[in-house]
């Protein structure tokens, strides 16, 4: 038996790639097992409803298994030893094929393995439903803030590194990143990606490592509800159905857990096969395993400890299944609204970032040529000549009238106008030249006032009119 069991591997490969291969494809898995339960119980022996599903499938593979199973059973092996021998088909069915060969109810078994089958594949499949549109947005955003910062930030940061300009630090951040991306993007992000998806395997997905990504995901709010009502509607609907199908306790609850792919759930499975072996029961089970309520909530616990005293255990275990099914139907439709204002938010943030960093710099420049301090055109050269006697007369006149006029002065200040800023014209009328712009709270002298205009003193020492709506005087 060993030999051949070693021969059947080494033609099929080993156990874990068949998994990959065979148990992945829960279409083909479901096919077989649907078709044994409609050809058994139509009266057909267990070869022919072999020989009938290698004619009606296509694949290879599968009809390299069933030569093998039917080569054992016809070597005076049963079904559940020939499908144990094949190391294809998981644990629990085999448990089901097995108790129902010896009870005579090897057809009713072979229906429940197929439907714990077809539920496992729905929890699947609603599960990647519901996070198949977080993912998609997430990589789209990566990939557009990937292209944005490798094709688009290293030409603004020429444009800006020729602008003579005081860049804000957001800017200058996306324009260190743009030239550092322009001179080695093509080595960081290519093993930027390489990494990041190697990180997520490893985490996420390597026998090994995993446990660090289902802790991650464990203790995240949205994802650990998910977690706890899918494995809920899993140990229901597979405990409920082994035992209805009379399959001891402590073999399901095995069967259970080598189904199971979280860790938590796999450990606690295996402190509850061992419990309940040493005589122990479902209520005290609970009561000795730290941190239980984590995993199965109180409610559950006290509903199963009231079936095991009643002796309904299958029956409410069936009951939990479904109702924790529909848990988990209704909290994958809300994953996608849930998460949905919560990825445009990062997506906006993103967004935002990039654009104040490219409009703040441009809109300092325009700033900057309003007030005068680009292109401006070169002071003419004055030429001193030697002041003559009237000139002196004349200046001296001159210095003494502007002194009268400075005792005259006044102040004003630049109240809230419409817009951010005030016009300041050559003359007082609205049809005069825009000269300069004043911002609120800014200080001028006045020397006089004609039809509600002020006449102010610039910095540069020249005049300017501004309106009497837009000022307040001392």
Not at 153 to 166: C, H, N, T, Y
Not at 252 to 271: E, L, P, T
Not at 353 to 370: R, T
Not at 423 to 436: C, D, H, V, Y
Request: net charge positive.
């Amino acid at each position: 038996m060993r030999v051949y069991r070693k021969k059947l591997k080494k033609e099929l490969g080993t156990p874990n790639f068949l998994n990959r291969i065979f148990i992945g494809s829960s279409k083909n898995y479901i096919y077989i097992i649907d078709n044994l339960s409609l050809l058994l119980s139509s009266g057909m022996d267990v070869l022919r409803a072999l020989d009938s599903i290698k004619e009606s499938t296509k694949s290879k593979f599968i009809k390299k298994v069933v030569d093998q199973i039917k080569t054992n059973v016809d070597s005076g092996f049963s079904l559940s030893e020939a499908l144990h021998f094949s190391s294809i088909f998981p644990e629990k069915t085999i448990s089901l094929i097995r108790i129902g060969e010896k009870s005579g109810r090897l057809v009713q078994n072979l229906k429940v393995a197929s439907e714990q089958q077809k539920k496992e594949q729905s929890l699947r499949q609603k599960i990647k439903a519901a996070l198949m549109y977080p993912i998609f947005i997430l990589t789209v955003a990566i990939i557009v803030g990937l292209g944005t910062s490798w094709f688009i930030l290293p030409k603004l940061a020429v444009v800006f590194s020729q602008l003579k300009i005081k860049l804000p630090p957001i800017t200058k951040f996306f324009i260190d990143l743009g030239s550092f991306l322009g001179k080695y993007g093509n080595i960081v992000v290519p093993s930027f990606l390489i990494g990041f998806f190697l990180l997520v395997y490893f985490i996420f997905f390597f026998k090994y490592t995993k446990i660090v990504g289902q802790f991650i995901t464990f203790h995240l709010p949205i994802f650990r509800t998910i977690i706890q009502e899918t494995e809920l509607a899993r140990l229901g609907y597979l405990l409920g159905g082994l035992l209805e199908s009379g399959v001891p306790i402590t073999e399901a609850i095995r069967s259970v857990r080598d189904g199971c792919n979280f860790y938590n759930y796999r450990k606690f499975y295996k402190f509850l096969e061992s419990s309940i072996e040493e005589g122990n029961s479902f209520q005290k089970s609970f009561s000795a395993y730290q941190k239980i309520n984590d995993l199965i909530p109180p409610t559950v616990q006290q509903l199963i400890s009231g079936a095991e005293r009643s002796g309904n255990l299958p029956v409410v275990f069936k009951n939990i299944g479904s109702a924790y099914e529909e848990r988990v139907d209704n909290t994958t439709k809300n994953l996608t609204v849930i998460l949905e204002p919560v990825l445009l938010v990062i997506v906006w943030l993103g967004v935002m970032c990039v654009s104040l960093a490219v409009i703040l710099p441009i809109y300092g420049l325009i700033g900057g040529f309003n007030s005068g301090s680009y292109n401006q055109a070169p002071s003419p050269v004055i030429v001193k000549k030697k002041p003559s006697p009237s000139n002196i007369s004349a200046s001296i006149n001159k210095k003494a009238e502007e002194t009268a006029k400075k005792t005259s002065q006044k102040i004003l200040f630049i109240s809230s106008p419409p817009s951010s800023y005030v016009n300041i014209r050559e003359s007082p009328s609205t049809s005069g030249q825009i000269i300069k712009k004043a911002a609120p709270g800014e200080k001028f002298e006045y020397t006089e006032t004609k039809d509600n205009w002020y006449k102010i003193i610039l910095p540069e020492g020249n005049f300017g009119w501004i309106f009497g709506n837009y000022v307040k005087t001392q």
